[in-house]
């Protein structure tokens, strides 16, 4: 069994930073691509970044491009979202999610685990 924690959400002012973990556990995390997914209250789920099995690797989504980073422990324990800037139509739940698959994908299908998510609120 894979199990996906995420933490740090919170509220964070427009034009301020925020920080989210997302502890894997399981038999899979040292090796599977890890994604970061968000829903926003009358919205489809979009998909916000990914990293490949070694951390070497990143995609973003255009909106969040320059703004948002993520990375991954060298022991792959724990992935991270590092969110600059953000804006009000940041706010969302926030959901870590691990692949199947080693490489980078924005494919939600292709994601088995999904954590239970956190939410990320922006203020101004």
């Known amino acids: 069994q894979v199990q996906l924690v995420e933490s740090g959400g919170g509220l964070v002012q427009a034009g301020g930073s925020l920080r989210l973990s997302c502890a894997a556990s399981?038999?899979?995390?040292?090796?599977?691509?890890m994604g970061w997914f968000r829903q926003a209250p009358g919205k489809e789920r979009e998909f916000v970044a990914g990293?490949?099995?070694?951390?070497?690797?990143?995609n973003y989504a255009d909106s969040v491009k320059g703004r948002f980073t993520m990375s991954r422990d060298k022991d792959m324990a724990t992935a991270y979202l590092q969110m600059n800037r953000v804006k009000i139509e940041d706010t969302a739940v926030y959901t870590c999610?691990?692949?199947?698959?080693?490489?980078?994908?924005?494919?939600?299908?292709?994601?088995?685990?999904w954590g239970q998510g956190t939410q990320v609120t922006v203020y101004s």
């Open positions: 399981g038999r899979t995390f040292s090796s599977y691509a």
């Open positions: 990293i490949n099995w070694s951390g070497g690797n990143t």
């Open positions: 999610a691990m692949t199947r698959e080693t490489r980078v994908t924005s494919d939600a299908g292709q994601y088995r685990y």
